[in-house]
């Protein structure tokens, strides 16, 4: 199964000596609350998500063994996807059963802890932590898990003003159970009269709503699949849908833009709810249960990439619209950064699980995929204030924006090459599937410049004052988010 004979990161060894578990139903459950640790997805003290699954019709003849097509060029797409044989359906269940996977991983207690902040000391100054980074070119290697368990309260890594105040703000604006319910009971209505015009489409909830990233403000995303011999056109599609829905009661405001990956805007009636629906851009779909793997590998990671994303907003960077970087593209910065630590936060899913995100993987086996992989406990303590210091700083003074592509699949930093995708480009930071550059709105060396100017002046100001309210309105992003309750 592990390509090379290699090691899995912290494979354990089970107790009926196989690897990976036993199957479980084919059905995704969004909550992995049973176990600790990547990939178990454990979540305390958040309310339980709805179990949201991909049931795909019976089969009537045995099903072909999984095959990866030759990749001539690193970049090809396949069709497989669209033919009428996977036809799925969503649906939400409300069954509480939790998901049984992989078991936590037990192995010896550290010998140190080169992060961990001191009991009883308000906060580690800013130049004795993540100190050195290593080369952007360096490779990490797979850690060996350093600890009994994964931490299972994000006060362990919040002994400080400023990690208190984060860990604050993610509580008061995480997207909740109900607002996935909302959103859910929407998708499943819109399916079911899309399928009066395209019979055999599947409407897929994805983003942030999906990857446990999203706030109770963040909008929803869609992606509609379509199957057939022949690719369908996208402004077409969306077209027919635009029509479609003026004439449906509860949606309201719909607006067909004319992207690159062109989508139907539109608002459940009565409501600020806003959907994008694409088409076919089944690499959403992809990318939301990678990311989903990453939110819950670590405690830290959600709060860490909700305050940057609210900081990014609020300091006007985080708007591909204007030229500014996307919220994607924050996500895999900040993951890149928790990656390239001289004791990482995070490993890279893709480098040492490639058979569990694999890029031509049918669409309907993507859920599968995370639940093959074991948990991940890092060796870095770092609080979470020192983690924002620390990510403001790496790309405010150390990574070299002229010369290198962020990687989250190598979890590292690759050489700018001088090919069409990276040349000329201010930001390059690689989609993890396609391997194009999501930072391509970045296009004027005056938001360049911009953007890099917030980090710096953050950078300065939060490392002098260790206050979050010194580089964001906490209290009155906290009221927004919850006003939408």
């Given at each position: 199964?592990?390509?090379?004979?290699?090691?899995?990161?912290?494979?354990?060894?089970?107790?009926?000596?196989?690897?990976?578990?036993?199957?479980?139903?084919?059905?995704?459950?969004?909550?992995?609350?049973?176990?600790?640790?990547?990939?178990?997805?454990?979540?305390?003290e958040i309310e339980?998500?709805?179990?949201?699954?991909?049931k795909p019709p019976p089969s009537t003849s045995p099903a072909p063994p999984p095959h990866t097509p030759t990749m001539n060029s690193g970049r090809k797409r396949q069709n497989d996807e669209y033919t009428p044989h996977v036809v799925k359906r969503q649906r939400l269940d409300s069954s509480s059963r939790p998901w049984i996977g992989s078991p936590i991983i037990r192995a010896s207690p550290p010998l140190h802890r080169p992060d961990q902040v001191v009991a009883g000391s308000s906060r580690s100054s800013f130049s004795d932590f993540d100190r050195s980074y290593p080369s952007p070119h360096s490779h990490p290697r797979p850690q060996v898990p350093a600890a009994s368990e994964s931490s299972n309260s994000l006060q362990d890594y919040a002994k400080d003003k400023l990690s208190n105040q984060m860990v604050e703000l993610f509580e008061a604006c995480q997207q909740?159970?109900?607002?996935?319910?909302?959103k859910e009971m929407c998708r499943a209505r819109l399916q079911k009269d899309i399928q009066r015009v395209f019979a055999v489409a599947r409407l897929y909830l994805t983003g942030s709503s999906m990857n446990g990233l999203g706030c109770r403000s963040s909008d929803a995303d869609l992606c509609l699949v379509l199957m057939g011999n022949k690719r369908p056109d996208p402004i077409h599609v969306l077209s027919v849908l635009q029509r479609l829905f003026r004439s449906l009661s509860y949606v309201e405001r719909t607006q067909l833009i004319r992207a690159k990956v062109p989508i139907l805007r539109f608002r459940e009636r009565g409501s600020d709810l806003e959907f994008d629906l694409n088409i076919n851009n089944t690499v959403g779909i992809r990318n939301t249960f990678l990311l989903r793997s990453y939110a819950y590998a670590d405690l830290r990671i959600r709060p860490m990439i909700l305050v940057v994303k609210k900081w990014a907003r609020h300091n006007q960077i985080n708007d591909a619209s204007k030229g500014t970087l996307s919220s994607y593209t924050l996500v895999l910065m900040v993951l890149h950064y928790l990656q390239t630590r001289n004791e990482p936060v995070l490993p890279s899913l893709q480098r040492d699980y490639p058979e569990c995100f694999d890029p031509f993987m049918d669409i309907d086996m993507v859920p599968e995929?995370?639940?093959?992989?074991?948990?991940?406990?890092?060796?870095?303590?770092?609080?979470?204030?020192?983690?924002?210091?620390?990510?403001?700083k790496y790309y405010a003074t150390d990574f070299r924006w002229d010369k290198l592509v962020i990687s989250v699949r190598e979890a590292r930093a690759l050489p700018k090459t001088s090919s069409h995708e990276w040349r000329n480009k201010y930001i390059c930071v690689e989609e993890p599937f396609e391997r194009n550059n999501v930072a391509r709105a970045v296009h004027e060396k005056i938001k360049f410049d911009a953007i890099k100017a917030e980090f710096a002046e953050s950078c300065r100001i939060l490392q002098e004052r260790k206050d979050l309210n010194s580089i964001l309105p906490v209290r009155a992003i906290i009221n927004k988010e919850s006003s939408r309750r």
């Open positions: 199964m592990f390509p090379y004979s290699a090691v899995p990161r912290g494979r354990s060894a089970y107790s009926n000596g196989l690897y990976p578990p036993p199957p479980v139903p084919r059905c995704y459950d969004y909550n992995h609350q049973s176990l600790a640790g990547v990939n178990s997805f454990y979540a305390p339980r998500l709805p179990q949201y699954e991909w909740q159970s109900s607002d996935l319910e909302r995929g995370p639940k093959r992989v074991p948990p991940y406990i890092s060796r870095n303590w770092s609080s979470l204030g020192e983690l924002l210091l620390g990510f403001l």
